[in-house]
């Protein structure tokens, strides 16, 4: 008399390849009958059947093996201004981004596709073309406020839409869109005010600030200004130094009498720039004064001194979303993230370059359940 019924070795075995990696192969045929001391007819007709469901694959002369669960299914869609995009220095966020997205999907068969949505780097010039097969069947990557241009076709195509804002508060400002997106976020306002208040608690008590965005309610200029007020500083307008404003950017940084004893970087754009103009001047950091940029970036560490930063967690923030892909988890929702602070030897000597440069840690306890 048989153990196992022709169903509950089909159960077991469903239940076995739901553990297995895609493409691993299933023991063979011989084998399963020992197991289950069934004959070579009942075990050859359960994997018959499982094919038929589409969790099997045979290949002849080779065995059977576990086919990916989203090979029947559409691309992820990843946009991307244009096909040359990531030839532009300031992509290396969103390189790191799609690179956590990357490394594990790819170990499940599951198919990103990038979608460059304007020939020529133009959010007024978009290519609509390119997106004539989008439908409700896709989940659609949008990595920023360029896309805006976008956000009404993609609703209207009713595409389970990913979008990504880290730097900027205007999610608040599109609820029709958001509503029934998937939003991962960060509080930019925020981190700049823990990163002065991180600064002033190295002893930094005179905070220049170079920046490179005007409007005076950009999340970052307010943070800056919040974080003075936290940690008891006045704001002086001297201190807030426009990249914009050419002559009186050179002449602040390379002024042998300025009096800031910390510089903090909006960006990581400036930072070429800023250093080629310190290197000029005869205070040198981190003796005279410190250096922290918002924002991390590969090169900032080949600076002499290595500069410190606030760094976004894009891969593990990539990784996250690779997590939903993989388990079909798409839902509405808010995901929060947090950033973390490295400091090198532009704040302290001795610091060195920070083996964990470009590998923030993710923070589980500051993201929102959805």
Not at 131 to 158: H, Q
Request: hydrophobic share 40%; charged share 25%.
């Amino acid at each position: 008399m048989n153990k196992y019924s022709h169903k509950q070795i089909k159960d077991i075995l469903r239940t076995r390849i739901s553990s297995m990696k895609p493409d691993e192969r299933l023991p063979s045929e011989a084998t399963l009958c020992k197991e289950f001391s069934v004959s070579r007819m009942t075990v050859n007709k359960i994997i018959i059947s499982l094919v038929n469901d589409g969790f099997l694959y045979r290949m002849k002369g080779s065995g059977t093996f576990v086919k990916s669960p989203f090979g029947d299914k559409q691309p992820i869609k990843f946009l991307l201004p244009c096909p040359e995009y990531f030839m532009y220095d300031c992509t290396y966020n969103l390189r790191m981004l799609l690179c956590g997205i990357l490394r594990k999907t790819s170990k499940y068969g599951l198919q990103i596709d990038a979608v460059p949505v304007s020939k020529v780097n133009n959010p007024e010039k978009i290519d609509w073309g390119m997106l004539d097969d989008f439908s409700d069947e896709n989940i659609v990557i949008v990595p920023g406020m360029w896309y805006r241009e976008i956000f009404p076709f993609l609703r209207d195509r009713g595409c389970r839409t990913i979008f990504c804002d880290l730097y900027s508060e205007t999610v608040k400002n599109y609820p029709a869109y958001f509503s029934d997106w998937l939003t991962l976020t960060m509080d930019t306002r925020r981190a700049m005010t823990e990163a002065v208040k991180f600064l002033a608690s190295r002893g930094r008590k005179k905070i220049a600030y170079v920046y490179d965005n005007y409007p005076v309610d950009d999340p970052k200029n307010t943070g800056y200004r919040d974080g003075l007020a936290a940690v008891g500083l006045e704001l002086d307008p001297q201190m807030m130094i426009y990249t914009g404003n050419v002559d009186s950017y050179f002449e602040r940084l390379m002024n042998p009498s300025a009096e800031f004893d910390a510089l903090l970087l909006a960006s990581p754009l400036p930072a070429r720039q800023t250093m080629l103009l310190l290197n000029n001047s005869p205070r040198k950091a981190p003796d005279d004064f410190g250096i922290l940029v918002f924002g991390d970036h590969e090169r900032l560490q080949n600076f002499i001194p290595p500069l410190s930063a606030v760094s976004i967690p894009h891969l593990e923030i990539g990784k996250r979303v690779a997590d939903i892909l993989i388990k079909n988890a798409f839902a509405p929702g808010n995901m929060e993230f947090k950033t973390t602070i490295f400091e090198r030897e532009s704040l302290s000597k001795g610091a060195g370059t920070n083996p964990n440069s470009g590998l923030a840690v993710f923070d589980e306890e500051n993201v929102f359940s959805f």
